[in-house]
């Protein structure tokens, strides 16, 4: 039990790592797939992973990467999260298409060399934020759809860099091809999950 309580994060062995990333993949089909048509439960869930990750975070800095800490910061954050954006709907709204927006411009835009180019991001991420408010089904279904192809691209290719296939000495692409290939696969995803929200019928407006 003393071991178990004195683990660090860096001491995680595959198997944990390998729960993550199926997580990922299952939270991120949930976004991806039924992003709109559960809407309130997808708000909930974006507080808790995103107030849940800066908890942790900041259990991990001040403890030095002490698991239990972190994991109570990430339960103890995440649930104060949920909780706070499952009663504050409309910024649940703003942050869903926020961060769906941030990680479109990064993407895009962060190899590049120009100084503007953190405003750049921070200002696409505040527009989609706004453009959710707005024009809300459409906006929603699109950003869930785009964060949770990431997710699921994320978890996906820590399986795949585990095969033989991918192994460095039989990597089917090279750096530079990867570099279109993951951005590519990342769209694809994201067009599927949302031609399969926008053809499921519309949510009921979860504030009803």
């Not at 290719?157 to 696969?185: C, G, V």
Request: net charge negative; glycine share 12%; hydrophobic share 60%.
């Amino acid at each position: 039990m003393d071991t178990f309580f004195s683990v660090r994060l860096e001491e995680l062995g595959g198997a944990q790592v390998d729960g993550a990333a199926a997580a990922l993949i299952a939270i991120g089909t949930i976004y991806c797939f039924l992003g709109h048509r559960a809407l309130k439960f997808v708000i909930g869930l974006t507080g808790f992973l995103v107030a849940g990750a800066v908890a942790a975070a900041l259990a991990g800095m001040l403890t030095s990467g002490h698991l239990v800490s972190v994991g109570i910061g990430l339960l103890a954050g995440g649930i104060a999260g949920a909780m706070a954006l499952l009663f504050l709907y409309r910024t649940g709204i703003f942050l869903i298409g926020f961060i769906a927006a941030a990680l479109i411009a990064n993407n895009l835009l962060s190899l590049r060399p120009e100084s503007w180019i953190p405003f750049a991001i921070i200002g696409c991420a505040l527009g989609g934020g706004l453009f959710s408010l707005l024009i809300e089904r459409p906006v929603v279904i699109l950003a869930t759809a785009a964060i949770g192809a990431w997710l699921l691209m994320l978890g996906g290719a820590h399986f795949a860099s585990a095969t033989e296939y991918f192994a460095a000495e039989n990597a089917p692409l090279d750096a530079d091809q990867m570099a279109w290939a993951l951005p590519i696969a990342w769209a694809v995803v994201a067009v599927v999950g949302a031609f399969a929200q926008f053809t499921t019928g519309r949510a009921r407006n979860p504030e009803s």
